[in-house]
């Protein structure tokens, strides 16, 4: 047992060092260090050196390492609501509404599509359940990783971030409301009912817990910040975090919805500041985690004589992916953000689409799986695709674009080379007719 515990231990150590060096190459170049991270986990996996494989269920490191994923998400998520104001929210509450219905629609339709077209083609067979599920899965969106790319290059109080922010949390919403109606249907289980229920559940526990937190957290802070014990503060706000994790899980929705609401609700206190530092600094060493997990979740082996049929199943559904949630950008009503930067930021579908898939693999259908052998591969290899352009592309997207100016007033933010806000005045521009990016 002990020896078990050390090579568990061994493994993570050389899963975290690995992260941050891969991450600080990442930066070095140029781009985002998500990249590198996303990247270590391909390595370090099945596909190449096997560190851990989270294929084998004879893997005692492979439970341990998906757990601090779990784990790294959380924080994350929890982190990004802590930087985030709930006016600020609100501001672009119905561009963020309207992105995710298009994004849903659009990524579904182009699933679906793509799907049907292949069956046509022969490539797989055709079913009516399986064309849904793709179009299902394509419908996710990972907030995970654009908020790590807008996190690292300063970009969360633009415009473009809380539209994504709110998108996606919408967009998570129901993309597991119709991954509840797909799977109904694949059991021949379907009831109106239930589904109804859950979508009920759902958006009540967002919006009770909103109202609830928000009367009753800053007192209790205020309160906890006159404690003598050191940590007192993160230790409850990181408990309260992971309590909301477990009552998302609850009403159906994922866990790291309920830990960007608790950062929401934290946000609204006089600690905020105080608890983005610390909760930033367990970040540093989790989160990483989480992306190297995504990456892990790469497996290359065994296509063997499918692997025409996989890589051309795989591309079909990575173009449909990448069109389907672009168009969400067409969804943003304010003509100082970028629809294009909106779209992007919408792509991914990292740990939220790898869900999906899992589901599909693991859901039978007279004893046979619905995704089955190399059709899930192909499924993963859209997933993968779609997760690792979209931190260079964002970033390239918003490089060299400032922050709205009429959200500071008379003064335009930016960061300086330490991720500090630093204020400039607006510089005046000729005006000029918008284009598709949303920019004048």
């Given at each position: 047992?002990?020896?078990?515990?050390?090579?568990i231990?061994?493994k993570?150590?050389?899963?975290?060092?690995?992260?941050?060096?891969?991450?600080?190459?990442?930066?070095?170049?140029?781009?985002?260090?998500?990249?590198?991270?996303?990247?270590?986990?391909?390595?370090?996996?099945?596909?190449?050196?096997?560190?851990?494989?989270?294929?084998?269920?004879?893997?005692a490191s492979?439970?341990?390492?998906?757990?601090l994923?779990?784990?790294?998400?959380?924080?994350?998520?929890?982190?990004?609501?802590?930087e985030?104001?709930?006016?600020?929210?609100?501001?672009?509450g119905?561009?963020?509404?309207?992105?995710?219905?298009?994004?849903?629609?659009?990524?579904?339709?182009?699933?679906?599509?793509?799907?049907?077209?292949?069956?046509?083609?022969?490539?797989?067979?055709?079913?009516?359940?399986?064309?849904?599920?793709?179009?299902?899965?394509?419908?996710?969106?990972?907030?995970?990783?654009?908020?790590?790319?807008?996190?690292?290059?300063?970009?969360?109080?633009?415009?473009?971030?809380?539209?994504?922010?709110?998108?996606?949390?919408?967009?998570?919403?129901?993309?597991?409301?119709?991954?509840a109606?797909?799977?109904?249907?694949?059991?021949?289980a379907?009831?109106?009912?239930?589904?109804?229920?859950?979508?009920?559940?759902?958006?009540?526990?967002?919006?009770?817990?909103?109202?609830?937190?928000?009367?009753?957290?800053?007192?209790?802070?205020?309160?906890?910040?006159?404690?003598?014990?050191?940590?007192?503060l993160?230790?409850?706000?990181?408990?309260?975090?992971?309590?909301?994790?477990?009552?998302?899980?609850?009403?159906?929705?994922?866990?790291?919805?309920?830990?960007?609401?608790?950062?929401?609700?934290?946000?609204?206190?006089r600690?905020?500041?105080?608890?983005?530092?610390?909760?930033?600094?367990?970040?540093?060493?989790?989160?990483?985690?989480?992306?190297?997990?995504?990456?892990?979740?790469?497996?290359?082996?065994?296509?063997?004589?499918?692997?025409?049929?996989?890589?051309?199943?795989?591309?079909?559904?990575?173009?449909?992916?990448?069109?389907?949630?672009?168009?969400?950008?067409?969804?943003?009503?304010?003509?100082?953000?970028?629809?294009?930067?909106?779209?992007?930021?919408m792509?991914?579908?990292?740990?939220?689409?790898?869900?999906?898939?899992?589901?599909?693999?693991?859901?039978?259908?007279?004893?046979?799986?619905?995704?089955?052998?190399?059709?899930?591969?192909?499924?993963?290899?859209?997933?993968?695709?779609?997760?690792?352009?979209?931190?260079?592309?964002?970033?390239?997207?918003l490089?060299?674009?400032?922050?709205?100016?009429?959200?500071?007033?008379?003064?335009?933010?930016?960061?300086d080379?330490?991720?500090?806000?630093?204020?400039?005045?607006?510089?005046?521009?000729?005006?000029?007719?918008?284009?598709?990016?949303?920019?004048?």
């Amino acid at each position: 047992m002990a020896a078990a515990i050390g090579i568990i231990l061994l493994k993570l150590a050389v899963l975290v060092l690995v992260a941050k060096l891969a991450g600080e190459l990442a930066e070095r170049i140029r781009q985002p260090a998500v990249l590198g991270e996303l990247l270590a986990g391909v390595l370090l996996g099945p596909s190449l050196f096997g560190l851990v494989d989270l294929h084998d269920a004879g893997d005692a490191s492979a439970s341990f390492v998906a757990f601090l994923a779990s784990l790294g998400a959380i924080v994350l998520l929890f982190e990004v609501g802590l930087e985030t104001k709930i006016k600020d929210m609100l501001s672009v509450g119905k561009s963020a509404g309207i992105v995710a219905v298009i994004g849903i629609a659009a990524a579904f339709a182009a699933g679906f599509g793509a799907s049907y077209w292949l069956a046509t083609l022969g490539v797989w067979p055709h079913s009516w359940i399986f064309h849904i599920f793709l179009g299902a899965t394509l419908t996710a969106t990972s907030v995970g990783i654009t908020a790590r790319v807008l996190s690292d290059m300063g970009r969360l109080a633009t415009p473009e971030a809380r539209t994504i922010l709110g998108a996606a949390v919408l967009d998570d919403v129901g993309g597991l409301l119709i991954l509840a109606i797909v799977s109904a249907l694949a059991v021949g289980a379907l009831n109106p009912g239930v589904i109804a229920l859950k979508a009920v559940l759902a958006i009540g526990f967002l919006v009770l817990a909103l109202i609830v937190g928000i009367r009753f957290a800053p007192p209790i802070l205020d309160f906890l910040g006159r404690a003598r014990v050191r940590g007192l503060l993160l230790a409850v706000a990181f408990a309260f975090a992971l309590l909301m994790a477990y009552m998302a899980e609850l009403t159906g929705l994922a866990a790291i919805v309920g830990a960007f609401a608790a950062g929401l609700i934290l946000a609204q206190t006089r600690q905020q500041h105080a608890l983005h530092e610390r909760v930033r600094t367990l970040g540093d060493v989790l989160v990483p985690v989480f992306f190297v997990y995504v990456g892990l979740q790469v497996d290359l082996r065994g296509i063997g004589a499918n692997l025409g049929p996989m890589l051309f199943a795989g591309g079909v559904l990575t173009i449909a992916g990448l069109a389907g949630k672009l168009v969400s950008g067409l969804g943003v009503i304010d003509k100082s953000t970028s629809r294009l930067a909106v779209g992007v930021g919408m792509v991914p579908r990292g740990e939220v689409g790898l869900i999906f898939a899992l589901v599909g693999a693991t859901t039978l259908i007279d004893g046979v799986p619905l995704l089955a052998g190399w059709e899930y591969t192909a499924v993963l290899l859209a997933i993968a695709i779609t997760t690792f352009i979209t931190p260079i592309w964002l970033k390239r997207v918003l490089t060299g674009r400032t922050p709205a100016a009429h959200d500071f007033g008379e003064v335009q933010a930016d960061t300086d080379a330490h991720g500090a806000a630093v204020f400039r005045p607006r510089r005046k521009k000729p005006r000029k007719g918008p284009d598709w990016t949303g920019k004048e």
